[in-house]
């Protein structure tokens, strides 16, 4: 008679947690589907931008905004999924911009492969360094992330094959795809910069909910107790180092294209890491969202007080760096693309 009883009485809580669980995995789904279709809608205006946006300077900040989202979002790969803060990112950004001017000024190779190039040497180069710099820690890390940037600043200063302080120059040709040169219309480089900012939030869509993304996540938090379940600290450190150089090197390639010169002020100043990082921080660290949502917000902005605010050397464009980092830091530490959910909880709470 007890079996029977305690089957009666336990039947219906084994059904309730099978059904909580079923509505937990259709809600995870419905909610990375939601992702998806948003995203989706998003680089369908951008490339449709265009249409509306006319003047060529405001296309150029276009091209630069959606090239900064997506870099910014390579880099949360490591700073935000990782918990490694560098900030030494322009390095692996100058390796991708003078890997695919050399490349094609040198030696006529397509831009396309001088990327690929660049984005594989960028990923070489980070692991050899990750394997001695993730030894340390906290602001250590941040700081010899720093040092390593500037040494390779002054190396390509004094590197005369690379063309030294003069730089290297793009030979002008015709508008062409093969070529990413398009002097007349920008719009091109409009969707190419899309195209890169899809491939990269795809990257991070798929790594976000992924074995790697919970292993990152857990060396961010607490690297010992993830090493004592069995994750690789160090490799998965190096993972994530290697793939976020890589994006940030095929971004530096795209640039170099976009402006058809670089030099290695132009490409490797620390001002780069910098703009690289500052929109993660401004839109939310380790977020989906985050990266887009600080873009969006900063690279403008900064753009149009360089331009009309006496340019780059009146030092407005850091005031305005320095104001939204503290405002940030003061009013919204996890950044701003926490403002949606912190709303809609709100709005429930105060549902009758």
Known sequence: MQPTILAATTAPAVAASTNTAADAVHSFGRRRRMQLVVALAIFVLAALSPLVVQNAYLRNVIVLTLMYAALSQAWNILGGYCGQISLGHALYFGVGAYATSKLYVGFDLLPWLGMLSGGLMAAALAVVLGYGCFRLKGHYFSIATIVIAEMGLLIVHNWEWLGGASGIQWPFGEDSWATLQFARDKTPYIHFAVGLLA??????????????????????????????????????????????????????????????????????????????????????????????????ILIPLTELSRSYMGGSGSGFDLMIYGGLVMAVALLKPEGLVRLWPVRQGRRKEAAP
């Open 199 to 296: 491939l990269t939030w795809f990257i991070c869509w798929l790594i976000e909910d992924s074995r790697w993304g919970y292993w990152w996540r857990a060396v961010k938090d607490n690297p010992e107790a993830a090493e004592s379940l069995g994750v690789t600290v160090l490799s998965s450190k190096l993972a994530a180092a290697a793939i976020s150089a890589f994006l940030t090197a095929v971004g530096g390639g795209f640039y170099a294209a976009f402006v058809s010169y670089v030099d290695p002020d132009s490409v490797l100043q620390f001002r780069f890491s910098l703009l690289i990082v500052l929109p993660v921080v401004l839109g939310g660290i380790g977020t989906l969202w985050g990266p887009m949502l600080g873009a969006v």
